[in-house]
Structure formats: C-alpha cells, structure tokens
C-alpha cells in the first residue's frame, strides 16, 4: 500500500521561481522522507523529518511537517534547472521504519 | 563512500523467461530491501533483509520471485517464469540501523 501521496503530479515552473510539493499521509509515522530521482535514475535521499521534528533545512531545500495534519511539505527555493526530477515522499507506517513511497511530483524547471 | 552497486543497468527479456539481478549494499549496512518501481509509479517495497534473515517480504509475488542475502552481504533477486508486467527499474538500498537509506541506480527490466 501506499501511504504517502504527493501532490501536486506534476509542476512546471522558471528557474528562479520557487517550487512547493505536498505530501499527505494516513497513520501515524515515525519519520518522513523526501527523495529525489532524475529519469532514469536511483533515488536520492534529500532529508529525513522525524515526527517529533516541525521543520528542517537543508542549503535550497526546507521541509515541514504537520502531523496533526499528516502532511508534510517540501520547498525548493530559487530552482535550477538541475532541479528537473521528480521528487518522492516516504513515511514508515507506524514502528516499521520501512520507506513507503507515493506516486511523486514531477517537477520541471525551465532554463 | 563507495554507493550501493547493482548489475544489470539495463535487461530485456521474453516474457517466461527467468532473470537475476544483483545487489551489493555499502559496507557496515545491515539492512538491505528490494523495491519494485512501475513507470510513473513509486517504489514498492518487495522484500526487506535485516542481514541475511528476511525481515518483509509479504509483497514479494513468491510463486514467481526469489530473494536471497547468502552472508548478509550480497543480495540476488530473480524472477522465473518473467510475464509481461514485471517490465520495471528493480532498485535495491541498503541503511544503517534503519536511518539514511541509500539507493542504487536501479536495474530497467523489459519482458517482452
């Protein structure tokens, strides 16, 4: 099952704009991922939240977490083209610590 | 560090046909998993090893997928007969205490 699910599906936006991915879950977690993949690629660990953790900041990334409202959000400030990929959140259902995935933001950052 | 390191990057096979894929994880990680990745899909987790003892494999389409983690090292994943919706990127990762996960680049499987 998937417990995680990103929204929006896909995002395109111009280098410099800012980029806001959501993730919605449905039980409780003990920490949440977000991955990155570009096509045709393994994925790439970005940042890990845990459930006790409100926000955390990573160079052009932060990352928030509302557990009262089980979502988290993901923003990428001042994108590049490079940023291109598409983006996953993980959260692990209840004490499992297993990463399940949703189905991701395809995010698109024009030159 | 040296990544998680899988082979094939690429396999193209006929549908009942039999495949294997390898895996191995970074050094000192105890956990190693599977994950089955459909286009335009996430990962799906498809067995998860804590050494060489299976800790989840309940995804894991047993009458037809085989995982093994001889040594809690290396790990083979195999498919037998292969059908046609088995076309995935089959990816393995492997963590340290359950924390850092770390992906390798995947192996692109078509059956046709």
């Known amino acids: 099952s998937q417990q995680g699910e990103e929204d929006p599906q896909a995002l395109s936006i111009q280098e410099g704009e800012n980029a806001t991915m959501n993730c919605s879950y449905k039980?409780?977690?003990?920490?949440l991922q977000w991955y990155r993949q570009n096509s045709g690629r393994g994925l790439v660990h970005l940042i890990l939240?845990?459930?006790?953790?409100r926000e955390k900041h990573s160079g052009r990334l932060r990352v928030t977490l509302d557990t009262s409202k089980k979502s988290s959000s993901l923003l990428i400030t001042a994108s590049r083209a490079a940023d291109t990929a598409s983006y996953f959140c993980?959260?692990?259902?209840?004490?499992?610590?297993?990463?399940?995935f949703g189905r991701g933001t395809s995010l698109i950052v024009h030159p | 560090e040296a990544g998680v390191a899988q082979s094939p990057r690429y396999k193209i096979i006929e549908k009942r046909q039999s495949v294997a894929f390898w895996c191995n994880p970074i050094?000192?990680?105890?956990?190693l998993y599977w994950y089955q990745q459909i286009l335009g899909q996430g990962p799906k987790l498809l067995i998860q090893?804590?050494?060489?003892?299976?800790?989840?494999d309940s995804q894991l389409p047993k009458d037809r997928f085989s995982a093994e983690r001889l040594k809690g090292v290396d790990s083979t994943l195999k498919i037998q007969p292969a059908k046609l919706e088995d076309s995935a990127v089959y990816l393995c990762?492997?963590?340290?205490?359950?924390?850092?996960?770390?992906f390798g680049s995947g192996t692109r499987l078509t059956v046709v």
């Open positions: 990762a492997s963590s340290f205490e359950g924390y850092g996960y770390t």
């Open positions: 039980t409780s977690i003990n920490n």
């Open positions: 939240i845990r459930s006790n953790e």
């Open positions: 993980a959260t692990d259902e209840g004490g499992s610590y297993i990463p399940t």
């Open positions: 050094s000192g990680h105890a956990t």
């Open positions: 090893f804590q050494n060489n003892g299976v800790v989840d």
